[in-house]
């Protein structure tokens, strides 16, 4: 085990994450994963982990779905220890491990990266200004010219946002050489991605237990973009989650750091229509905090032994998260 993971242990087994628990609150927690199994993993290991992770969560907490996260955060309805999982990226993993969270009966939700389930989806319908948008910006070819439909781009990893920003202020690209520009870079820079599709997902939001949020269109920093592409970036995630999933309940925002949003995201984002979002700092949530920006207990992408599952899960990175804060605080200017 290593030395943050035994810090984690040793903390939960002290009962240190009570001391940030919010008294005369129901304390909800919001876990995010991303993977459920290592690459080059056998299935049946990872599927085995998960089962003694649900059990135990089914055990200590009381599972919720998405849906009634939001209505529970809106009507004040929540149970102590109610707990949310989440994912984020819609990676295939999710496919794989959905009869198994149906087999503990304990909801999960998933973000959709709009422009990736594009591109996995090889979208040339709602979805093909998103799956260009999503092209360009993760184009990791050299600099090379693009002609499509009388129009010419430079590719080029430091041209990505102006080069979106000219697309989305253009606004009149014909379908015909959007639909070529997307060839063009997908022959460029093919990137095998692994994600899920509308179809799949659209399958598994079948089952209401399964929430669907939308997690931008091209997984970037939204506080850095300019206000065209901010507004595309989280509008346009919610309009195609919407058509071609049916449902858009949250908005979980790429990297969920510090420097992630900002005061004209949060305004965007309740533009747009969402009322709950999604970062990543470690902390408890009650319908005190702020909608917007609610916090999320990160599980690590490696897998992890099931003591530290279990002081994650617990809130443990809250105490690491004050205890840097304290020292930050501490430290001379
Ligand atoms: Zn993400």
Not at 281 to 301: G, K, N, V
Request: charged share 25%.
């Amino acid at each position: 085990m290593s030395g943050r993971a035994l810090g984690l242990v040793a903390s939960a087994m002290l009962g240190t994450p009570r001391l940030f628990r919010q008294r005369g609150a129901a304390n909800v927690s919001a876990l995010l994963f991303h993977r459920f199994f290592a690459d080059g993993e056998p299935r049946q290991r990872g599927i085995d982990r998960l089962r003694r992770e649900l059990e135990w969560l089914r055990a200590a907490f009381v599972p919720v779905s998405l849906g009634r996260f939001v209505e529970g955060m809106a009507d004040g309805s929540l149970p102590d220890r109610a707990v949310l999982v989440t994912t984020d990226d819609a990676h295939r993993d999710v496919l794989e491990v959905a009869d198994t969270f149906a087999e503990y009966a304990v909801p999960f939700a998933v973000f959709v990266c709009a422009g990736w389930t594009a591109e996995a989806s090889e979208g040339t319908g709602e979805d093909l200004l998103a799956r260009v948008v999503s092209a360009i910006q993760w184009y990791e070819g050299t600099p090379t010219e693009v002609r499509y439909g009388g129009r010419s781009m430079v590719l080029a990893p430091a041209r990505q946002a102006a080069n979106i920003d000219a697309l989305l202020a253009a606004g009149d690209i014909p379908r015909e050489a959007l639909s070529d520009l997307c060839s063009r870079i997908d022959a460029l820079s093919p990137k095998p991605r692994g994600g899920c599709t509308w179809a799949d997902l659209r399958a598994l939001a079948g089952n209401a237990a399964i929430g669907i949020g939308a997690h931008s269109v091209s997984h970037i920093r939204l506080s850095q973009a300019s206000a065209l592409r901010r507004r595309f970036e989280i509008a346009e995630s919610r309009r195609l989650c919407e058509t071609l999933i049916g449902r858009c309940e949250a908005f979980a925002y790429p990297y969920g750091t510090d420097d992630a949003h900002s005061p004209e995201t949060r305004t965007e984002l309740a533009e747009a229509g969402f009322s709950t979002g999604f970062l990543t700092h470690s902390d408890f949530i009650t319908t005190r905090s702020e909608r917007l920006t609610l916090p999320r207990l990160s599980m690590p992408d490696d897998p992890m032994g099931f003591a530290e599952f279990r002081a994650r899960a617990r809130g443990a990175g809250i105490v690491m998260r004050r205890l840097k804060q304290a020292l930050r605080g501490a430290r001379p200017a």
